[in-house]
């Protein structure tokens, strides 16, 4: 079965064409990083924008790579949720009007459930069989939270943040340190040569608060970026001069080895607690070495199997979000009457 995905939940705009939701035909995507890079983060009406210059060339250009017709296309995979609900609506709208078009099935995905998904996706993914239950870490610049899949399309968060995402956090660090954005490959490339133990950063939560309302899940499974970014700028502040050369490495390298440090603990602890058989990282945080290398001790000390989407499919792209839409198609929850996009959508809610 060939699964159109579209996605244009944030700044990329794409689409991919996958075959019984794991084998990738075409995964075109168009960046508009370069675009936002002045502005130091993404303006949602110039998102926007774009996706409706852009969307159409790259579903040709999907199709195209796959060697296919919109005849070939049983089912069309379409996020709506979350996401900035001007860039969403491009692609929602799309979908639907192609789906109508062609009368076939729309399938309405999860943002957040495509990057989970794109852990069984490629040619040296695992398969799916013997993996559940499993503990996922979810780490973007919009969420960071742990879930606890039991199956697929079973989702339960255990631990969220309970203010900045990991990458958010990333990025308000190369702002405060001048180094453009995106933060994490930013903050990556400078912190190479730099000392991790230089300057000891928070880890987040260290003491957290007994506000039960603050907290709906376990507290010491909940993530909290906000003191690590006022310590930095507070280091910041203090020096006499602006950082630069092997300084400004140490402090890069201390920052990411905290962030890292707090997505690690709060995972080991949550491996502690629920009985799973592998775990996973995905998002595009996931695509940090230095996380992705602590992840791999873990998962040697804890003797379970890590799964890691491949660097392609870490970044935001219409292939997870053609897995997951066959994945609901099986389970016949194909969308039959028009919905609405869902900006704030939560797996818990999906």
């Known amino acids: 079965m060939n699964i159109l995905g ?78 900035l609900a001007s860039s969403l609506l491009v692609g929602f709208s799309a979908a639907k009007a192609l789906a109508q078009r062609l009368s076939i099935p729309l399938i309405g995905v999860n943002h957040h459930a495509g990057h989970l998904h794109s852990v069984f996706m490629g040619e040296d993914a695992p398969a799916m069989d ?124 201390s920052f990411q080895e905290a962030v890292a440090d707090a997505l690690l603990q709060r995972t080991e602890r949550a491996l502690e607690r629920f009985d799973v058989k592998s775990f996973a990282c995905a998002g595009g945080v996931s695509l940090n070495r230095v996380l992705r290398v602590k992840l791999s001790e873990l998962s040697k000390d804890k003797q379970l199997p890590l799964l890691l989407s491949s660097p392609k499919l870490c970044t935001d792209n219409a292939a997870m979000i053609a897995g997951v839409a066959y994945e609901q198609l099986c389970q016949n929850k194909a969308i039959n009457e028009p919905i609405d996009v869902s900006p704030s959508l939560r797996l818990s809610d999906w």
């Open 6 to 83: 579209i996605e244009t939940s944030c700044d990329e705009t794409a689409a991919a064409v996958v075959t019984n939701g794991v084998h990738i035909r075409s995964n075109a995507i168009y960046s508009q990083i370069a675009i936002h890079r002045p502005y130091g983060g993404v303006v949602p009406e110039i998102a926007s924008r774009n996706h409706v210059a852009k969307l159409p060339g790259i579903i040709e250009n999907a199709l195209n790579e796959a060697e296919m017709g919109y005849g070939n296309i049983d089912a069309i995979g379409v996020t709506y949720g979350p996401g």
């Open 130 to 253: 013997g993996m559940f239950p499993m503990l996922a870490l979810m780490v973007s610049g919009g969420d960071s939270s742990l879930v606890l899949m039991k199956s697929v399309g079973r989702y339960e968060i255990v631990g969220s943040t309970i203010d900045d995402a990991a990458g958010e956090a990333l990025d308000k660090a190369a702002a405060v340190l001048q180094l453009g954005y995106p933060g994490g490959p930013v903050i990556q490339k400078t912190a190479e040569g730099g000392q991790a133990d230089a300057i000891r950063f928070p880890r987040g939560l260290e003491q957290p608060s007994r506000s039960k309302w603050l907290y709906p899940y376990d507290r010491e499974l909940c993530f909290s970026f906000s003191g690590l970014k006022t310590s930095l700028l507070t280091y910041v502040q203090k020096q006499e001069a602006p950082l630069k050369g092997i300084s400004l490495q140490h402090v890069a390298a």
